[in-house]
């Protein structure tokens, strides 16, 4: 069975290929196509102009991911792609392509939880069974086990996303948005120079919006260096998430911790919580770097999982987009409690 999955929820248009055969149950990743859509310096995503951008490139997109596969359209079984949550012009442009697609070649279409996406393939490329999961990316930064046929949210952050901090503060010092990779790099040129800033964690919530202004304020001030001030941010803003984990790692007993998300790509924040697991005695699995952010793979994955035991196609006229598509409001049928 061939899938194609199609993401565009933000950022990124990409377009992937999984071959699921019976006899071995892991992603056969044939193609992994992507083109990100680059804001101007200082600026975060305009909706519009990433759905212009995803528009302009998305046949080029699909087509190389067809070449790369050594396939056509007639090939393909399952067209699965990201409905929710994202961005609404962004994700209107995947729908349609993944709708014409579907409705030309008659193909069965498959509306995927982006979120879910993250999850499903961090879970199977590192073959973790029964993990607690921290999903950290540009849109989300939840704390999930799975239980009662849901991935449920049991920690989450009370207002802006680890992502959404990282970016923010990057976009203040004017640099170009997603900015986490350049903030790593920052952080590690400081001579380890700890600025204090808000440490804000309630049960198993944590808020980021404090430390963005303190560090805004640091900033202005002229005190710091850069560089200081993108190592205190990271230091605080990832004990706070860590502890939040050991938190739910205590009350949920779990012996595994998945990784997922564009902000798991950090190698500290991983050191981070690779320390915590050990002191709990926990396996910590990270989705592999080139997986972590957003991805067709993700989609096409789960499209197949989803599929395989629910048959779950839907009509072009039911097919939709969901901007706050919620991952706990999605019935997981392939997984057991
Ligand atoms: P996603 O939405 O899953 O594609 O993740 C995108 C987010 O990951 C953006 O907020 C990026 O700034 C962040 N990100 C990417 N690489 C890194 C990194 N090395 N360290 C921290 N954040 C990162
Ligand atoms: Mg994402």
Excluded at 16 to 40: M, Q
Excluded at 61 to 66: D, E, F, N, T
Aim: glycine content about 6%; overall charge positive.
């Amino acid at each position: 069975m061939l899938c194609l999955g199609i993401e565009s929820t933000a950022h990124t248009f990409a377009c992937s290929v999984i071959k699921h055969s019976e006899s071995k149950f892991y992603p056969n990743i044939l193609s992994d196509v992507r083109n990100t859509f680059k804001a101007p310096e200082g600026s975060g995503i305009h909706p519009r102009e990433a759905a212009r951008h995803h528009a302009s490139v998305a046949i080029d997109v699909l087509k190389k991911s067809l070449e790369l596969s050594k396939i056509n359209y007639k090939d393909i079984d399952l067209v699965a792609y990201s409905a929710g949550p994202g961005l609404g012009p962004c994700l209107r442009i995947g729908a349609v392509i993944a709708r014409s697609i579907s409705s030309f070649y008659d193909i069965k279409l498959i509306p995927i939880n982006h979120a879910l996406g993250h999850i499903e393939l961090g879970m199977s490329l590192t073959n973790s069974k029964d993990s607690l999961v921290l999903l950290v990316s540009g849109g989300h930064t939840v704390i999930l086990v799975f239980t009662n046929n849901r991935w449920r949210v049991i920690g989450e952050t009370l207002d802006i996303t680890l992502g959404q901090l990282l970016d923010q503060f990057g976009r203040y010092l004017g640099l170009a948005s997603p900015c986490g990779a350049e903030i790593e790099r920052l952080a590690h040129k400081s001579p380890k120079n700890y600025v204090v800033l808000p440490y804000s964690i309630k049960g198993n919530d944590v808020t980021f919006s404090g430390i963005l202004s303190a560090a805004k304020r640091l900033i202005s001030t002229s005190k710091f260096t850069v560089e200081d001030i993108c190592y205190s941010i990271q230091e605080t803003a990832f004990a706070m998430i860590t502890e939040a984990v050991e938190r739910a790692l205590s009350a949920t007993e779990k012996k595994e911790l998945l990784l997922v998300g564009g902000v798991s790509a950090n190698k500290q924040l991983s050191n981070m919580l690779n320390l915590a697991c050990q002191r709990h005695r926990v396996k910590f699995n990270s989705c592999p770097i080139s997986f972590a952010g957003d991805n067709g793979a993700q989609i096409a994955w789960t499209g197949i999982l989803s599929y395989l035991k629910s048959k779950n196609s839907i009509n072009i006229s039911d097919s939709f987009i969901n901007q706050s598509w919620r991952v706990d409001s999605v019935d997981v049928t392939w997984r057991r409690n």
